[in-house]
């Protein structure tokens, strides 16, 4: 059974760089299968996929065109994770984060509240 | 982007009656490579992340129970529960992953 815990703060002020790490246990970051996502949740925006990592002989990354320039998704295959950063934060980005696994998500961290206050 | 709309936003059914939810993509999500629709249903709890009940429109994850059931093809799907729980009240979200960005419904909310 695969599981994933999220790590990272909660609260950050605007012009900051949000940085959240995603630990996979019951898997590999780099199955060649299928690939690893950031999502975020908002009242405003409902359920918003940030972007993906996955490994096919090399390392991909897809990111959503409204983020893309401040989006960054890595994976760290030595701790068997992957990390979201997004830099300049602005309120806008206040939101309920998750990782995920798989094009279809079978699976989900437990969310972390990210909040964006002067 | 492939825009994927939800009807209704919410409704209500009684405990062991039918519920139907729809989804509608603004285009087609039917992958002629390998015959399957990129289409997945969640169903999201208070203060919970969104857990996986179908996908590829129809198939059921594991554990899923069997009055969970999907159908539809191309842009239109359906969400249907044949028997409404009380354990069922959430809110229930499509998405498409054809394409990036992958994207969302806006979800429908389903009580009692």
């Known amino acids: 059974q695969v599981q994933l815990q999220q790590s990272g703060p909660g609260l950050l002020k605007p012009s900051q760089t949000l940085s959240l790490t995603c630990a996979i246990s019951?898997?590999?970051?780099?199955?060649?299968?299928?690939?690893w996502n950031w999502i975020r949740q908002s009242p405003s925006r409902g359920l918003e996929w940030l972007g993906r990592?996955?490994?096919?002989?090399?390392?991909?990354?897809d990111y959503a065109p409204s983020l893309r320039g401040r989006i960054t998704i890595n994976a760290d295959t030595s701790k068997n994770q992957f990390s979201l950063q997004l830099n300049s934060v602005t309120p806008e980005d206040t939101a309920v984060y998750y990782c995920?696994?798989?094009?279809?998500?079978?699976?989900w961290g437990q969310g972390t509240l990210v909040t964006v206050s002067s | 982007d492939i825009v994927m709309t939800q009807s209704p936003d919410s409704l209500a059914v009684s405990l062991g009656e039918r519920a139907t939810i729809n989804c509608k993509s603004s285009?087609?999500?039917?992958?002629?490579?390998?015959?399957?629709?990129?289409l997945a249903w969640y169903q999201q709890k208070s203060g919970q992340p969104p857990k996986l009940l179908i996908y590829?429109?129809?198939t059921r994850e594991s554990g899923v129970p069997d009055r969970f059931s999907g159908s539809g093809s191309g842009t239109d799907f359906t969400l249907t529960v044949s028997s409404l729980q009380a354990e069922d009240v959430a809110v229930y979200y499509c998405?498409?992953?054809?394409?990036?960005?992958?994207?969302f419904g806006g979800g429908t909310k389903v009580e009692i």
């Open positions: 998405q498409q992953y054809y394409d990036t960005p992958l994207t």
């Open positions: 019951g898997d590999s970051v780099s199955r060649s299968s299928d690939a």
């Open positions: 285009q087609s999500v039917f992958y002629s490579s390998n015959n399957k629709n990129s």
């Open positions: 995920t696994g798989g094009s279809a998500m079978n699976c």
């Open positions: 990592t996955y490994y096919r002989s090399r390392w991909y990354n």
């Open positions: 590829s429109a129809s």
